[in-house]
């Protein structure tokens, strides 16, 4: 392969496919069964809430409409941000001061406790925690972040605030005038990670069951019934965690997200001397863009790097494009470096970007719309809701339980979504250009 060229079979091909750890043993539901727990959606968030639920003793089936890890969860950057976008007095003006409080302190600890998790059930999914770079790309961004960082550090959370010499030398790109870092932040392979999750409730007694589509659900004597092209599963309680993926099977969930795209190339494995001044200490990085950039390693030292694309092929409405000028741009060290591969992956954004709790009926919970949160997070939300199921009260979950409000205008403003990230990279353009640090 020549220097920045993109075969038809690089295209399209999810390079974490070629890089995962072992399968877990799932299979096609043919039989009816019954148990306590029915898990709609194979990801992060679904396998993690099975180890909590198994781990508690209960009998759990995990059903994916796919394979296990197909959706967001195997094909996202796998780089965990452990903040959120709102600053901590911005939660408590929403979600009220002890729910805020609840949600602040998860989120400080919510790197901590997904390595934590990587280490006590042994995941296989080339966890690397050396922090994450957090960079503005034009004066009003700066800005923004300085309010944020000051906002999280005052709460507790270990963040440095970097000028234009620090920025380059951490990071190795020119491009930026000033950065967060946060050292409590990494990354992992994230099918990997999803595997391992799965593997690891698969040993706790959990059922998985994959390329089995749940056809429908409905409430019979007390329980939940839900039902596949081929079997049935009986369940007291049903947990719906399909995030960017939701469908129609409960009324108005799939209308309460946006399914955004996003789009990542993987380089060739880098030499030592560009490893050397490419992300020299193997930290991630993403930047303030609308249309961001992120980047780290993967276990070879290719570089990932990848922005927002337009739909599920990463070709459309000009994202390779994007992509090379944009790795080209951040690390012009790397206009030499051959591209392997480039794909796509769908990202379940909320207006408020943050995901919602819901419990829609009695035995049925929901929980959705990570936007670009979701490798700290949905280990979060997995515990979350295994502890709701369980009996846990409202008052102690770090997220609200919010009714299911489907956007308005949900429809026609989806149709928009492909223009979108051509649109943004426009805008931040302009601030380069008008705005520049």
């Known amino acids: 392969m020549t220097a920045n060229s993109f075969t038809p079979q690089s295209i399209d091909e999810v390079h974490w496919r070629r ?125 923004r972040l300085i309010k944020l960082g000051e906002a999280w550090k005052s709460a507790g959370a270990p963040i440095e605030f970097l000028d234009r010499e620090q920025t380059q030398k951490v990071s190795g790109s020119p491009e930026y005038g000033f950065s967060l870092f946060h050292s409590k932040g990494g990354h992992v392979q994230p099918l990997s990670l999803t595997y391992g999750y799965a593997r690891t ?64 190339i993987a380089t060739e494995p880098l030499s030592v001397e560009l490893q050397q001044q490419v992300l020299p200490n193997a930290v991630t990085i993403a930047d303030s863009r609308r249309a961001i950039y992120f980047a780290r390693y993967d276990r070879d030292r290719r570089l990932i790097f990848g922005c927002v694309g337009s739909t599920d092929q990463a070709a459309a409405l000009g994202g390779i494009s994007r992509l090379r000028n944009g790795l080209h741009r951040v690390f012009p060290q790397l206009k030499q470096s051959a591209i392997e591969t480039a794909w796509a992956g769908r990202i379940a954004v909320t207006t408020e970007m943050m ?46 339980i919010t009714p299911v409000s489907p956007i308005p205008f949900h429809w026609g403003t989806k149709q928009l979504l492909p223009l979108g990230a051509p649109a943004m990279s426009f805008r931040d353009k302009l601030d380069t250009l008008f705005d520049p640090l």
Request: proline residues 5%; aromatic residues 6%.
């Open 355 to 400: 995901p919602h709790l819901h419990e829609p009926a009695p035995g049925v919970l929901a929980a959705i719309g990570f936007s670009g949160r979701g490798i700290a997070m949905t280990s979060v939300m997995g515990r979350t809701l295994a502890r709701k199921a369980m009996g846990a009260g409202d008052n102690t979950l770090p997220f609200p």
């Open 19 to 143: 890089t995962a750890a072992e399968r877990p043993n799932a299979r096609v539901l043919t039989e009816d069964i019954e148990v306590d727990f029915a898990i709609v959606g194979g990801g992060l968030t679904g396998c993690r809430t099975a180890i909590g639920l198994a781990e508690a003793g209960a009998k759990v089936a995990v059903l994916d409409a796919m394979e296990i890890g197909w959706g967001a969860s195997g094909r996202s950057g796998g780089q965990c941000n452990p903040i959120w976008r709102a600053t901590p007095d911005e939660l408590i003006k929403k979600f009220g001061e002890s729910q805020a409080e609840r949600l602040i302190e998860t989120t400080l600890g919510s790197a901590d406790a997904l390595f934590a998790d990587i280490k006590k059930y042994d995941v296989n999914c080339d966890a690397e925690q050396n922090g994450w770079v957090q960079a503005a790309h034009c004066k009003s961004a700066k800005k």
């Open 201 to 264: 409730a698969e040993r706790l007694g959990a059922e998985l069951f994959e390329n089995s589509k749940v056809t429908s659900m409905k409430p019979m004597g007390g329980r939940w019934e839900v039902k596949t092209a081929k079997g049935k599963v009986v369940a007291k309680q049903v947990i719906l965690t399909t995030n960017a993926h939701t469908n129609g099977l409960w009324p108005g969930l799939q209308q309460t997200i946006f399914p955004m795209v996003s789009i990542a």
